[in-house]
């Protein structure tokens, strides 16, 4: 990465140079982001082994998901400690060089990017769930699936590796499009969701006739809708953790970075990263087979430290 895009960075994220007007900031960042390092590790850890034990969960969504919960371990095994050595870098006074800016520009988007396309990815999967019906099985099937998971990774390792390449204003030209893109498409998606249920409801009490083909598929529509429910939290907290990023580093581009700017940027990227903290959240409050498949994880754990216990 050449001088100019270190510069760049450095005026965005901060220096030594601010440690007197933000230390505060970069105490209170570099405390969050250590220790969101282990809980977006951990959390997600098991959200894959509880994937991989949720048996109802179509094999094709759960393949999107844990390419998502894989997403968000790099976050933490990459992104959070980068992201704390330049904080600490910076209180501890130390004139760093581009090597630990470009680790994190590579490391943030490779692995935000990825996350987020999988979030839009998961959405476009629960859209088509719910109104290609039948079809659905036969159009998106698992080896599809796991290409365009693939595909997913190595259009974000391609992003990530424009830093390498000084091709910085490219890389955020395509990032922007993304993200536009994606927020724009995830929003359609989830509108018509919500009019093809509400239309489903609308049937539902008008007709009179109740056939046991009739009930199966409402049930079937119910426990489609609830799933589909579940991602679109997961859509909704991407929002409350990207938006005030996008935001806030728009206008430090409009106005150019001040030490305000400078502090609210740094909290809005802190925010940004601990999506991949809560993200399992959203997976065992709202997804009850992935919450099912937690609890038995749990009980079987306990059941094994017994028995341990009894031995000795």
């Known amino acids: 990465m050449n001088n100019l895009s270190c510069k760049l960075l450095q ?32 959390l ?39 992201y704390t ?5 910076f209180l501890r006074g130390y004139n760093i060089s581009c090597l630990p800016y470009t680790m994190f520009l590579v490391f943030a988007r490779l692995f935000v990017l990825a996350s987020f396309v999988g979030v839009v990815a ?3 999967d629960r859209f088509l769930a719910v109104h290609l019906h039948l079809r659905y099985q036969e159009l998106v099937t698992h080896k599809r699936v796991v290409v365009l998971v693939i595909s997913v990774w190595v259009s974000s390792a391609f992003v990530s590796a424009l830093a390498l390449l000084n091709l910085h204003d490219m890389q ?15 929003i359609m998606i989830y509108s018509s969701i919500f009019l093809t249920a509400r239309r489903h409801k609308k049937e539902i009490r008008s007709s009179r006739i109740r056939h046991r ?51 609210v940027l740094q909290y809005s990227m802190t925010l940004l990263f601990l999506n991949s903290s809560l993200n399992p959240v959203i997976y065992c409050l709202k997804i009850r087979h992935i919450r099912r498949a937690i609890m038995d994880i749990l009980r079987s754990t306990a059941r094994n430290w017994n028995l341990l216990s009894r031995d000795r």
Do not use: E, W
Request: proline share 3%.
């Open 11 to 42: 005026n965005y994220l901060g220096s030594a140079h601010d440690v007197k007007d933000l230390r505060s900031t970069f105490i209170a960042n570099s405390v969050f982001n250590n220790c969101s390092t282990y809980t977006s590790i951990m």
């Open 122 to 124: 998961v959405s476009v």
């Open 172 to 186: 955020t030209s395509i990032t922007n499009i993304v993200g536009g893109t994606g927020l724009v498409l995830s």
């Open 85 to 89: 050595l330049l904080l600490v870098s």
């Open 44 to 82: 997600n850890v098991v959200i894959i082994f509880a994937l991989r034990k949720a048996s109802s969960i179509p094999k094709t969504l759960k393949t999107l998901l844990i390419s998502l919960a894989v997403s968000d371990v790099g976050v933490g095994l990459f992104v959070h400690p980068v």
């Open 213 to 263: 083909t009739q009930c199966k598929d409402m049930a079937n529509f119910a426990s489609l809708m609830k799933l589909t429910v579940g991602v679109f939290y997961m859509f909704l907290l991407l929002l409350i953790c990207y938006v005030p990023y996008f935001i806030s580093l728009a206008i430090i581009k409009t106005n150019g970075p001040s030490i305000l700017l400078k502090g």
